[in-house]
C-alpha cells in the first residue's frame, strides 16, 4: 500500500500547484511564484548541507550571480533560454572554487567563509557600477518569449516557473536516489569511513557545492525576469539565512523539505498579514514552536504524528533472536 | 614465494620528542592472517595509520602487492584492494544495512558518470544480500543501521570492509566491546572469509584469546619496536612478551 502513496501525494501536489493560481490576481500569483523559486533555491542548499553535511551561507549570492549573469544578457538581446545556460555553468565553477575551502575547514568556520563569500559578492554588486548599476540595480530585464507562449503574463510566468521547478525536482530527485545521493549521505554522516570505502570524499565535496550553488544560480535566473528589477540588497546575508531557515524548517536532508520550507517563510506571512503589525511576531514564534518541536523540521512532523498515532516502528527486529550471529 | 601482499619497510613516526614507532619492517603473504600486538603505547595505531595513509611516516615505506601506497589517500588505497575496519563504530547510522554494503561496493563500479547515470543500487544489491548474509544479517537487511546493538554494527562494519573484495583487510580491534558469543561468531565468519576468499587479514587487538585463536602468525611491538614474532604457540611462551606486558624485564 505504501508505494502508491508517495506518488498519489506528488501528483496530488502537482495538481494542487496547476490549481494554485486559477482565479487570483496577480499579487497572490507572483507569491506564489516566489514560493517555487525559493524551493529550487533551498532544494540546492538541502543538497550541499542537507544530504552532503556541508554548510553553506552563500545560497543568495549563487542566484544573484545567476541573476545578474541573466540580467546582463537578456538585456544585451540574449533570449533568456541562452542565457541560463551561461549562468549556470558560472555558477557551477563559482560553486566548485567555494567548495575549496570546504576541504579544509569545516563546521562554523566553514559557515564564516561563506558567510564571508556571500559578503563579497554583496560587494562586488554594490561597488561595480558600470557593471551591475551599483545600488540602483539593474531594470526592464525582458520575459521569456516562446512565439506561442510568452510568459508577460504573471499567471503564465507561473505556469513556466513550474515547468521549470518540476524538471529541477526530477533531476534532483535522480542525483539524490542514485548511487551519488548515497555517497553524499556517506560524506554528511562519517566522512572517514566513506573515504575508507573508495569514496572521493574531495571530489564529492566540491560537486555538492556546485550542483547546490547551480540550483541557486537556476533561482536567480527566474528572479530576474520575474520582478524585471534585480539589485544587491536582494542578495545580501539575510537571504541566505532565509533560504537555509527554508531548508531547516522543511527538513534538511529530505527531498520535500525545501517545498514545505520555503512555504513557510513565504507563503506563511501572507497568511498572517491579517494581524496587521504583529505577524512578524507570530511569524517567528510559529518558526520557534516548530524547530523546538519538530527539530527535523515539518517532514518529521509526519513521522513524530506516525508514531504517536500509529504505534513507534521497533527498529531492533532482532531482539527475538538475540544480538548473535548463529 | 610470491611477492607479499603487505610490505612494511622501516617506518618511523614521531610525535614532538616520543618516537611512536621505530624502524619497523615486516612483511604480510597472501591469504595470511597476521595479528599485531602489544601493550597500551606500544605504537600499535600509529603504526596502523601510516600503513593507511592517514599518518605520513617520517621514514620508510609501505607496499600494497608490490606497488609503494605511502601516504595514499585511504580512497586511492581501497581502490587499489586495501579494506578496513575501525576501532570505534563506523557505519552509516541513517542509512539501512543494505545501504551500508552497497555504498561499500559502488565506488568499485563504474566511472562517478556511470554511477549518476546508471541504477541506484550500482546493480549491487545481489552482491550486498550474499555479503549481508553471509554474516548473518539478513533479517536486519532494511534496518537502520544505527539503531543496531554495538555488536551487529561492528559485524555491518566487516562486511563493508569485504564488500569491494580487497585482496588486504586491516582489523582494528574487531573483538573490542563485543560479546562473548558474537565474538566466537566473528571470529568463524572472519576464518571463513579467509578461507573462501584467500584474502590476507592484519588485526590489532586486545583480546589475547581471539587474535591468539584467529591469527596465524603475530608481530609483537613494544614501545614502537618489535620485540617479538611467530606463531601464537611462539608468542603465548616468549619471555620477552610476557615481560613486555607485565612491565617487567
Known amino acids: 500500500m505504501r508505494r502508491w502513496i508517495r ?29 517555487l523559486i525559493f524551493s529550487i533555491a533551498a532544494m540546492g542548499l538541502n543538497l550541499t548541507l542537507g544530504y552532503a553535511g556541508q554548510i553553506s551561507l552563500a545560497q543568495a549570492s549563487f542566484m544573484a550571480i545567476g541573476g545578474y549573469t541573466t540580467a546582463l544578457l537578456t538585456l544585451a538581446g540574449w533570449h533568456w533560454m541562452l542565457a541560463l545556460p551561461v549562468a549556470l555553468s558560472f555558477c557551477f565553477v563559482v560553486g566548485l572554487m567555494l567548495g575549496y575551502p570546504a576541504l579544509r575547514v569545516k563546521g562554523h568556520f566553514l559557515a564564516f567563509v561563506t558567510l564571508a563569500f556571500n559578503t563579497l559578492v554583496f560587494l562586488i554588486l554594490r561597488n561595480e557600477e558600470w557593471l551591475t548599476g551599483g545600488n540602483y540595480g539593474l531594470v526592464g530585464m525582458p520575459r521569456p518569449d516562446f512565439g506561442l507562449f510568452s510568459t508577460m503574463k504573471q499567471h503564465h510566468f507561473y505556469y513556466f516557473t513550474l515547468t521549470i521547478t518540476i524538471v529541477a525536482a526530477v533531476i534532483m530527485w ?12 556517506a560524506l554528511r554522516e562519517n566522512p572517514i569511513r566513506a573515504e575508507s570505502l573508495g569514496v572521493d570524499t574531495r ?6 557545492f ?48 525545501p517545498f514545505l520550507g520555503a512555504g513557510v517563510v513565504i507563503i506563511l506571512p ?19 514552536v516548530m524547530l523546538v518541536f519538530t527539530p527535523k523540521g515539518l517532514i518529521g512532523l509526519g513521522a513524530l504524528l506516525r508514531d504517536r498515532f500509529w504505534g513507534k516502528r521497533v527498529a531492533r527486529g532482532d531482539l527475538k533472536q538475540g544480538a548473535q550471529l548463529k | 614465494m610470491s611477492a607479499p601482499v603487505l610490505s612494511v619497510r622501516n617506518i618511523s613516526r614521531s ?5 611512536a614507532v621505530r624502524d619497523v619492517s615486516f612483511d604480510v603473504q597472501k591469504g595470511e592472517i597476521l595479528g599485531l600486538i602489544g601493550p597500551n603505547g606500544s605504537g600499535k595505531s600509529t603504526l596502523f595509520n601510516c600503513i593507511l595513509g592517514q599518518l605520513p611516516p617520517d621514514a620508510g615505506r609501505v607496499e600494497v602487492n608490490g606497488k609503494t601506497v605511502t601516504g595514499m589517500r585511504a580512497s586511492s588505497l581501497n581502490r587499489l584492494g586495501v579494506g578496513r575496519t575501525f576501532q570505534q563504530l563506523s557505519v552509516f547510522p541513517q542509512m539501512t544495512v543494505l545501504d551500508n554494503i552497497i555504498l561499500a561496493g559502488q565506488e568499485h563500479h563504474g566511472t562517478m558518470a556511470s554511477r549518476l547515470f546508471g541504477p541506484s543500487d ?15 544479517l539478513t533479517h536486519l537487511r532494511d534496518t537502520i543501521a544505527g539503531s543496531l546493538s554495538f555488536g551487529q554494527q561492528k559485524l555491518v562494519d566487516a562486511a563493508m570492509a569485504f564488500m569491494a573484495g580487497p585482496s588486504l583487510v586491516l582489523l582494528d580491534e574487531p573483538a573490542g566491546g563485543v560479546n562473548l558469543t558474537m565474538l566466537g561468531s566473528l571470529k568463524e565468519r572472519l576464518t571463513a572469509y579467509n578461507a573462501e576468499h584467500g584474502t590476507t587479514f592484519v588485526v590489532i587487538e586486545h583480546n589475547m584469546e581471539f587474535v591468539m585463536s584467529l591469527c596465524t602468525r603475530i608481530i609483537v611491538l613494544a614501545e614502537g619496536a618489535i620485540i617479538a614474532e611467530g606463531t601464537p604457540e611462539d608468542i603465548r611462551s616468549n619471555q620477552t612478551v610476557i615481560d613486555a606486558y607485565l612491565g617487567g624485564g
Not at chain 1, 203 to 208: D, F, G, I, K, S
Not at chain 1, 227 to 247: D, K, T
Not at chain 1, 270 to 288: D, H, K, P, S, W
Open chain 1, 7 to 35: 506518488p498519489a501525494l506528488i501528483g496530488l501536489a502537482i495538481i494542487l500547484a496547476i490549481l494554485a493560481p486559477v482565479g487570483q490576481g496577480n499579487y497572490i500569483t507572483y507569491v506564489l511564484t516566489s514560493w
Open chain 1, 174 to 185: 535522480w542525483i539524490v536516489r542514485s548511487p551519488w545521493g548515497r555517497a553524499f549521505k
Open chain 1, 203 to 208: 571530489r564529492l565535496t566540491l560537486l555538492a
Open chain 1, 210 to 257: 556546485a550542483i547546490g550553488s547551480t540550483y541557486g544560480g537556476l533561482a536567480g535566473a527566474l528572479v530576474t525576469p520575474l520582478v524585471q528589477f534585480i539589485e544587491p540588497a536582494s542578495f545580501g546575508v539575510a537571504h541566505s539565512l532565509r533560504i537555509l531557515l527554508m531548508v531547516v524548517v522543511g527538513g534538511a536532508g529530505f527531498f520535500f523539505g
Open chain 1, 270 to 288: 501572507e497568511f498572517l498579514r491579517f494581524t496587521e503589525g504583529y505577524y512578524l511576531i507570530i511569524y517567528a514564534a510559529l518558526v520557534i
Open chain 2, 15 to 19: 610525535f614532538g620528542g616520543i618516537r
Open chain 2, 122 to 136: 550500482a546493480g549491487l544489491t545481489e552482491a550486498a544480500d550474499q555479503m549481508i548474509a553471509f554474516f548473518r
